[in-house]
C-alpha cells in the first residue's frame, strides 16, 4: 500500500492522528554483585599477624565470594502524527530495566505517554 491510501483509509476511518511506539534496542548488561568481604589491604596488614585474624578475613572471601547478575535494558520511542497535517507532533525516548512483564512494562510506558500527551494538551480523555 502506499501513503496516500494509507491516509485515505485513515481517513475514511475518522482518524486523525496515528500514534508508533517502537522499541529502538534492548541490550543485556552483566554486573558483579561483590560478597560480604571484599576488603583488600596490603600484605602484612592487620589480619596477618595472628591466624585467626588472617582466617576470619579471608573466609568471607572464599564463602561468600559475590555473584554476577544480567539486566536487561529496553530503549523504547513513540511518535504522535497528525493525518490531517502529515507533521509530528510528539515524540519521546525512554529506557526501562528489568520489567517484570513486557505486558506489564506497555502498560506502565502507555499509561505515562498518554498522561503526558494529555498534560501538553495533545490529547484529551474523554
Not at 18 to 45: A, H, Q, R
Not at 50 to 67: A, E, L
Not at 94 to 111: C, G, H, I, K, L
Amino acid at each position: 500500500m502506499k501513503e496516500e491510501q494509507a491516509l485515505n483509509k485513515l481517513r475514511k476511518g475518522d482518524i486523525d492522528n496515528v500514534l508508533t511506539i517502537v522499541m529502538l534496542d534492548k541490550s543485556k548488561e552483566k554486573n558483579y554483585v561483590p560478597g560480604n568481604n571484599m576488603m583488600y589491604g596490603p600484605f602484612g596488614g592487620p589480619f596477618y599477624g595472628r591466624w585467626w585474624g588472617y582466617y576470619n578475613w579471608m573466609y568471607g572471601r572464599v564463602y561468600d565470594p559475590g555473584y554476577y547478575t544480567t539486566n536487561t535494558r529496553y530503549f523504547l520511542e513513540s511518535n504522535l502524527y497528525s493525518i490531517r497535517d502529515k507533521q509530528l507532533l510528539y515524540s519521546i525516548q525512554t529506557e526501562t530495566f528489568d520489567p517484570a512483564s513486557a505486558e506489564r512494562m506497555a502498560v506502565v510506558y502507555t499509561n505515562k505517554v498518554v498522561s503526558d500527551m494529555t498534560k501538553q494538551q495533545l490529547i484529551s480523555r474523554n
